[in-house]
Structure formats: structure tokens, C-alpha cells
């Protein structure tokens, strides 16, 4: 008899071989960063790179205002060609993304990324993202006032004495656009619980109180720049006495020397600090193998050893795991030489909130945008 060829069988197994994806080529990662998450994971993504030559061949980055994200996205969707395979983004492109049903539900999310080791502040946020996003950090955000001690001698104590010394001194408090700005997402929802809102998590129905204070602390804002950064930078320069400030973005700019670092910080009676944080997420119509790759590396965003080195930013890992004492020694020691004593006493002096749902944000923001932010935004 005569022997059979091995060449087909090598061809069939082969071709199997193919088709299941084994042999798939690495994937380019292309990220888009909204929300400022890099400073907090770009040395993870490298590290799951350099760990996965097999599954990443190049990363590429590019950056966009939030409120610019699902317009983008969307143009890329419509026309079948999407260059982006992964947003890092704030509460307030993912809510939009998620809002308007851009995203894909991560696979298996329950089971790949399990609830119960989170954070209370990871928590928060993940039951926010509802399976669409993914929280990679998060801690109790604010809103906290930023000030200068030597211009603002006896800083407001009450909501009230806020809005008087804002009068009394126009043009020298602000916060930015909400839609593009952590800590003006801070005091577009901290004011409900402030003021005593009768529903603090619900925008529509529930914020009476917010809306009217907003609108007259309005009166004596200049105007409302379109990032945090200007903020800071208007605030470094003497322009501005006072702005709106959370937790990662008191103690980075400083640490930083963006901002003095005698600056300080008022909180409010009443305050309820608001949860603040990034996300991951994939858009709706990215291919199938670089999804798997790309939950694979969320996963790998999650290990504890990896979250630890998120506390660099000053924002800090949602995994609970991966505590400030687990972080390289560097990072350490940074975070306690900026650390505040006020934080110190989060959960008992001060109360957390979630965030806004997705739903939630989108309107308020919205709505902000007309009533509040009108004409006054400028870049």
C-alpha cells in the first residue's frame, strides 16, 4: 500500500492551528486617553508589552477633550474604520460613551473581574460602568477647595460663606466645564449633599438647591475654562485666589509644582466627598481578536502588584489588595509628603458617595452646560 502524504494533515492542523488563533499576530494597542489615566497606568501597559511580545506589537497614543470622545468615536464606527481599540477615560466620556451605547459589554465581566476585591471607592465605580467600563483607579475625590493662604487669610466654612466671599471677590474663585473636568464634576454633584438636597443622586428631580446656588455663584465667576489645567495654571499665576479641587488633583500639582506647594485646602460642612476615578473600555466595533487581547491586559491592569505602582498619580489603585504599603518605596514616600491630614479622615468626619449613574451624569452635565455654563465656557 502505498504511504500516505503527511503533507495534507500538516496543512488541515495547520489551517486549525489558523483559525482557532493560535498562531494570531500581536496586536497594535490604540489608546485614546480622555481623562488623564496615563499618568496613572501608562508604565502597566508597557509592562504587559514587555511581558507579551506574542500579544502586543506597539502602542499608540493619542489624547482628546471628553466631551470630544464620542463624537470621534462615532465618526469611526459610521465609517466601519476604527483606530482605536481602547479608551481610558473619566466619568465623564465614559458616561457619554456609555449613555449613548458605544461601548461593547466586557466579556465574562463578572467572572474576569470580580467585585469583591475592590475598594469602596472601586466599588463605586464599578457598579457605575455597569460591565461597559472598567474602573483602573479611584479614590473619594472631593470636592475640597483649593486656596491661597496668603490672599484668603479665613477660607469659607459653609456653602454660604462661599457664595459671600465669591461676591465679595469676583473673578477670583473658579472651576471648570464639568463635562471635561474632575473636580468640576466634584462640585456639579458634591453641592446636593452640601446644600441638602432632598434627592443628591438625582439631578433631575432632586437638585433644587444645586441648581439655584450654581447659577448665582455664577454671577461672579469670569468664566469657565474647559480643563482642570487652566485652572491650575490661572490659580499658580495669582489670577484666581481659589478653585475647585479633589483629591488627585490637590496633591499632584503640587507635587508637581504646577501649584505652590503651601497651597491649601478647605472643605465645606456637609461635605459628602464624591468618588472619583478612571475607566477602561472598548468601542463597539473593534475585531475580536484584539478584544481578547485587550481584556487580557485589563486583567493584567488589575494584579495587585500592578495597581500598586497607580498610587504615583495620586489617585490610587481601585484594587484593594494593592495598598499605599505594597508600592515601591519612591512612590511612598512621595504620596505621605503630600498627603493631607483632612484625608486622614475620610469615612468618619467625612462621608463618600458614589457617583452619578451613567444616565444620571449625562443630564447633569448637559443641563450644566445649559444653565449654568451658558456663554461663560472658553477654552
Not at 503527511?6 to 482557532?20: D, K, R
Not at 490604540?30 to 481623562?35: A, E, H, L, M, R
Not at 460591565?131 to 475625590?141: H, Q
Not at 465667576?221 to 489670577?239: C, D, N, R, S, W
Request: proline share 8%; charged share 25%.
Amino acid at each position: 500500500m502505498k504511504p500516505r502524504s503527511a503533507t495534507p494533515m500538516v496543512a488541515a492542523l495547520l489551517g486549525a492551528c489558523l483559525c482557532s488563533g493560535a498562531l494570531a499576530a500581536p496586536i497594535s494597542l490604540s489608546i485614546i486617553d480622555t481623562g488623564g489615566d496615563l499618568a496613572s497606568v501608562q508604565t502597566i501597559i508597557e509592562n504587559y508589552k514587555k511581558a507579551n511580545p506574542d500579544k502586543v506589537s506597539e502602542i499608540k497614543i493619542q489624547r482628546a477633550p471628553a466631551p470630544e470622545l464620542p463624537a470621534k468615536i462615532k465618526a469611526q464606527q459610521d465609517a466601519g474604520r476604527l483606530d482605536i481599540n481602547l479608551v481610558l477615560t473619566g466619568q465623564d466620556g465614559g458616561a457619554l460613551l456609555a449613555q449613548n451605547g458605544q461601548l461593547i459589554a466586557i466579556p465574562d465581566y463578572q467572572k474576569n473581574f470580580p467585585r469583591d476585591g475592590l475598594t469602596d471607592a472601586g466599588k463605586a465605580l464599578y457598579d457605575e460602568g455597569k460591565g461597559v467600563l472598567i474602573p483602573s483607579v479611584g479614590n473619594a475625590g472631593g470636592p475640597v477647595l483649593i486656596y491661597n493662604p496668603a490672599k484668603v487669610p479665613s477660607p469659607p466654612k459653609t456653602a454660604q460663606e462661599l457664595l459671600t466671599w465669591v461676591k465679595a471677590n469676583p473673578g477670583k474663585f473658579m472651576y471648570a466645564r464639568p463635562a471635561n473636568s474632575g473636580p468640576g464634576r466634584a462640585i456639579l454633584q458634591g453641592f446636593a449633599f452640601i446644600l441638602g438636597d432632598s434627592k443628591p443622586l438625582d439631578p433631575e428631580k432632586g437638585w433644587d438647591k444645586s441648581w439655584d446656588f450654581l447659577k448665582e455663584l455664577g454671577k461672579s465667576v469670569e468664566y469657565y475654562p474647559t480643563g482642570t489645567a487652566i485652572t491650575l495654571k490661572e490659580f499658580a499665576q495669582g489670577q484666581r485666589w481659589m478653585i475647585a479641587g479633589i483629591m488627585e488633583w490637590d496633591m499632584k500639582p503640587r507635587a508637581q509644582s504646577v501649584i505652590p506647594p503651601d497651597s491649601k485646602i478647605a472643605i465645606l460642612e456637609n461635605t459628602t466627598l464624591v468618588v472619583d476615578g478612571h475607566y477602561w473600555c472598548i468601542p463597539k466595533g473593534v475585531p475580536q481578536e484584539q478584544v481578547d487581547v485587550i481584556v487580557d491586559l485589563m486583567k493584567f491592569m488589575w494584579k495587585p502588584e500592578q495597581q500598586a505602582l497607580t498610587w504615583k498619580a495620586f489617585i490610587g489603585p481601585v484594587v484593594k489588595a494593592a495598598a499605599l504599603a505594597s508600592a515601591p518605596k519612591d512612590i511612598q514616600d512621595e504620596v505621605k509628603e503630600f498627603w493631607r491630614p483632612e484625608y486622614d479622615q475620610i469615612g468618619t468626619k467625612w462621608k463618600v458617595s458614589p457617583p452619578l449613574g451613567v444616565t444620571e451624569l449625562s443630564y447633569a452635565m448637559e443641563r450644566w452646560d445649559r444653565e449654568v455654563g451658558a456663554d461663560q465656557v472658553k477654552k
